[in-house]
């Protein structure tokens, strides 16, 4: 399994308090991404990493903010949470561009926003 | 705009019998990856099978097989002889560039 660790695992919060999720890989993989996951919308992406402070944005990017100061840490912030970000988070990584390598990922992290 | 869709949000299937479920896609990229995921009821993303967008031959991996014909734009999955553990969520996605498109899931039962 890819040495990928996601923390919290849970965490319930309120509207307008600030949130970061961590994910931490042990892979040395170039590529991170984060997730939500919602249902009738599968995964989307949020924003990706390709390199040491080198981030873009995804589909569903307005609202969060990333941070890669190192290979193996890539932060997810929700500056001002509301109830429409209460979902299931995921990180994934890849060793090269996404188009022909599968992403691996993370166990997710479930976060309620009250 | 990119785009993955899964038209079957449920589906049954006897156990020991194949299943396919399907999946279309949209792309005006000439390289792309097509892959399955599988989401077990504990909720962690497995990946099953990779197809390039390149790749003649369809793609197996054990009871997995990824039928993939190019012009339709379809990657469906078959899984062959089910087994009571194939009861899941599964999970089309595509990879092109930086970025990775899912469709949204279709639930199986493996009725015993």
């Known amino acids: 399994d890819a040495g990928i660790t996601q923390s919290p695992r849970h965490k319930v919060t309120e509207t307008g308090t600030p949130v970061t999720l961590r994910c931490h890989q042990t892979?040395?993989?170039?590529?991170m991404y984060w997730y939500r996951q919602d249902p009738g919308h599968g995964l989307r992406l949020i924003h990706y990493?390709?390199?040491?402070?080198?981030?873009d944005k995804g589909e569903v990017s307005d609202g969060y903010s990333v941070s890669r100061s190192k290979t193996e840490d890539f932060l997810l912030t929700l500056e001002s949470a509301t109830s429409s970000q209460t979902s299931v988070y995921f990180c994934?990584?890849?060793?090269?561009?996404?188009?022909?390598?599968?992403?691996?990922f993370g166990d997710g992290t479930r976060l309620s926003i009250l | 705009a990119q785009k993955i869709t899964q038209t079957q949000p449920g589906m049954f299937v006897q156990e020991k019998e194949a299943v396919t479920l399907d999946c279309t896609y949209d792309?005006?990229?000439?390289?792309?990856?097509l892959f399955w995921y599988k989401q077990p009821s504990s909720g962690e993303m497995i990946f099953l099978i990779y197809?390039?967008?390149?790749?003649?031959q369809n793609a197996t991996e054990g009871r997995y097989s990824l039928n993939f014909q190019k012009a339709r734009k379809s990657a469906n999955l078959v899984i062959s002889a089910s087994q009571l553990g194939d009861s899941a969520m599964y999970f089309c996605?595509?990879?092109?560039?930086?970025?990775?498109?899912f469709g949204t899931g279709t639930s199986l039962t493996v009725i015993p």
């Open positions: 892979e040395n993989h170039r590529y």
């Open positions: 197809q390039g967008s390149y790749d003649e």
């Open positions: 996605a595509m990879g092109a560039g930086n970025q990775f498109y």
């Open positions: 994934a990584i890849s060793e090269f561009r996404g188009g022909h390598q599968p992403q691996h």
């Open positions: 792309t005006s990229d000439q390289s792309y990856g």
């Open positions: 990493s390709y390199g040491v402070k080198d981030t």
